[in-house]
């Protein structure tokens, strides 16, 4: 079974610190992703990395930076974490390729900027 | 602009009550569609893949079917434990990224 494991399952930090979330990934997958989940606006697609040390921006990269050292772990931080980055945030992780490419999820972290 | 929607927002069903989920899209080259399902406070979980047109794949209670403009969820005789939010996602050519729809948050009554 693919595994996609989320470090934290709940979070709570102060606005302007900085955050670290951890992704890993044991199924060997060159593609991960970090979304974002709220109510009504669906999955948000905010990093994707295609291989190590590789990363392409989502459609809400601003406030976010990503790292891909090693091919299993993907990170997303929040550089100075602000209230409105409140939410739930989801990795996922896929192959390349049509038939292949199913992005399994993670648990999710839920954060909350006080 | 691509888009994926899916209606309806929310559904309640009574125990046995056959429905379907809809889920359209505008898109140019899709490449795949896929369907998962989210409890609540949990990563979604991934159902299934449909790849053209006329394609339908089922499992236990669930069916999902493919046109050009529109997949459905099909759920016959729900039961309680079916109740969840139902998400579909769409792939693209030269993409890697999936474009999620909102999802159809499913409640079946006992």
């Known amino acids: 079974d693919v595994k996609v494991t989320q470090s ?9 610190e900085k955050v670290f979330l951890e992704c890993v990934q044991d199924m060997d997958h060159e593609n ?21 040390k590789m990363k392409e921006k989502g459609d809400i990269p601003e406030g976010y930076s990503v790292s891909r050292e090693k ?39 839920r954060l909350s900027v006080l | 602009e691509d888009q994926v929607t899916q209606s309806p927002e929310a559904l309640r069903l009574q125990e046995g009550e056959s429905s379907s989920l809809n889920c359209s899209y505008t898109v140019s080259g899709l490449r795949g569609l896929f369907w998962y399902r989210q ?13 053209s047109a006329g394609e339908e ?34 792939d693209i050519y030269n993409f890697n990224k999936f474009y999620f729809g909102s999802g159809t948050k499913l409640n079946v009554k006992p």
């Open chain 1, 8 to 16: 934290s399952r709940y979070l709570v930090k102060r606005t302007g």
């Open chain 1, 32 to 52: 991960m992703f970090w979304y974002r989940q709220d109510p009504g606006l669906g999955l948000r697609l905010i990093y994707f990395s295609y291989d190590v």
């Open chain 1, 71 to 109: 091919k299993e772990r993907f990170s997303l931080i929040l550089e100075s974490a602000s209230t409105n980055q409140t939410s739930m945030y989801l990795c996922a992780s896929s192959l390349t390729g049509v038939g292949e490419n199913i992005q399994y999820f993670g648990a999710g972290t």
């Open chain 2, 39 to 51: 409890d609540p406070g949990k990563g979604p979980e991934f159902l299934f893949t449909l790849y």
């Open chain 2, 57 to 90: 794949k089922e499992k236990e209670r669930l069916k999902a079917t493919l046109t050009k403009k529109e997949s459905f969820l099909h759920i016959t005789a729900p039961k309680p434990e079916d109740s969840a939010t139902y998400l579909c996602a769409v």
